[in-house]
């Protein structure tokens, strides 16, 4: 989205806002015109009380009634203070008038009305949205990875403790304090994605369960997807750097389901623990699921421009998420982001080893040719 829903949403309330309170400041100001017209000459003035002084919400249709009988009422006194044939014209003078500005009149009240719907409707819009309940959450039982190495259930975190954290654009990995804890109630769209983790020699599988659009690291794409649109062969990054891979994914609506969540300090991300493996998830940040989803697709859009500013010249960032946690050999590397064109300059010893290993080997050796090769010289201080 080109917008999050929250901020199109308080942007709709605003002009609504500003609608409703234009349309009354007109229809007040006829008003009060029409009003000194009608004190003046034929002494009607009660009728317009409600709206000049009363409650703008219940004014509306008594308004919108007044003015449409008006004319009546006005025919009859004006027929009284008028009713001699020379006073005629000046009769005719000030009904034009006057029926000029009920007409006037009218058409800001039914403005006013059509816009002060359009604004409940935005308050409810915006009302529903901010709603803690609403962010993306898991359900009870869910472990979260803490900061000191062990795991804690979700509903039993709590603001000020240490999480584990990632970037996953910078792979940086920090421990962050939780600023909110945030519990929803009632109808969810539950997913629940087992996962058969490498590694795990009996390949036992596990299962975590999330709300649809929760958002996890695709390590293997390199981006954010939420769980509704995770599929079996999908690799999630861990907190260990090795793939945590999908088997199946199923899902669900439960009528009534208690959920929680997080939001954490400064990268927005948690672990949450999926048998012997920690998975990184985005968190619930305090502008809600709205924000949660906007942060989700910033970081899609940095790692794609990321991505394709390597592949103008043939080079992947071998510091990126994709490539380590995939355990990219050197070989694999040329063979698909170089075309084998480097094969020929590339020290035998390297081509077997790991990107991200070789290019450590390389900077103990000080063999900056050689991560030149291969990162174009760009990352050699992050190398």
Not at 182 to 211: F, P, R
Not at 342 to 350: C, H, Q, R, T
């Amino acid at each position: 989205m080109k917008k999050g829903a929250l901020k199109c949403a308080q942007e709709q309330l605003q002009n609504a806002q500003n609608a409703t309170d234009r349309y009354w400041n007109a229809l007040v100001g006829v008003l009060k015109r029409l009003g000194e017209i009608l004190s003046d000459e034929l002494g009607l003035t009660d009728a317009f009380n409600c709206v000049t002084k009363g409650d703008l919400g219940a004014c509306g249709d008594t308004a919108l009634n007044i003015l449409g009988s008006l004319l009546g009422g006005v025919a009859a006194r004006m027929l009284a203070r008028y009713g001699l044939p020379w006073k005629w014209k000046e009769a005719a003078d000030l009904a034009r008038k006057i029926g000029g500005l009920i007409a006037e009149g009218i058409g800001h009240i039914k403005n006013w009305l059509n816009s002060f719907e359009t604004l409940k409707k935005a308050r409810a819009k915006v009302a529903s949205l901010t709603k803690k309940g609403d962010c993306h959450s898991f359900v009870p039982g869910t472990q979260v990875l803490m900061a000191d190495g062990t795991r804690k259930p979700l509903e039993q975190v709590q603001i000020g403790d240490q999480v584990v954290a990632t970037d996953p654009i910078s792979g940086q990995t920090t421990a962050q304090p939780v600023i909110d804890v945030i519990t929803g109630q009632g109808e969810k769209n539950l997913v629940q994605i087992t996962i058969d983790a490498e590694g795990d020699n009996d390949h036992q599988t596990d299962v975590i369960v999330a709300t649809d659009s929760h958002p996890f690291w695709a390590a293997d794409q390199g981006r954010w997807f939420n769980a509704s649109s995770l599929t079996p062969g999908m690799q999630l990054r861990t907190s260990a750097g090795t793939p945590a891979q999908i088997t199946f994914v199923t899902s669900q609506t439960v009528s009534d389901q208690r959920v929680h969540n997080l939001s954490v300090n400064a990268d927005h991300t948690y672990y949450v623990a999926v048998g012997w493996a920690d998975v990184l998830v985005h968190n619930c940040p305090a502008g809600g699921a709205d924000e949660a989803e906007d942060a989700a697709e910033a970081a899609a859009r940095a790692a794609k421009r990321a991505d394709q500013k390597f592949a103008r010249n043939n080079y992947l960032d071998p510091n990126s998420d994709i490539v380590q946690n995939r355990e990219m050999t050197v070989a694999d590397f040329i063979g698909q982001f170089r075309g084998g064109g480097i094969k020929g300059v590339m020290p035998g010893e390297y081509l077997n080893m790991t990107v991200a290993d070789a290019l450590r080997a390389a900077k103990a050796a000080k063999n900056t040719r050689l991560r030149k090769l291969l990162t174009d010289g760009r990352f050699d201080k992050e190398a």
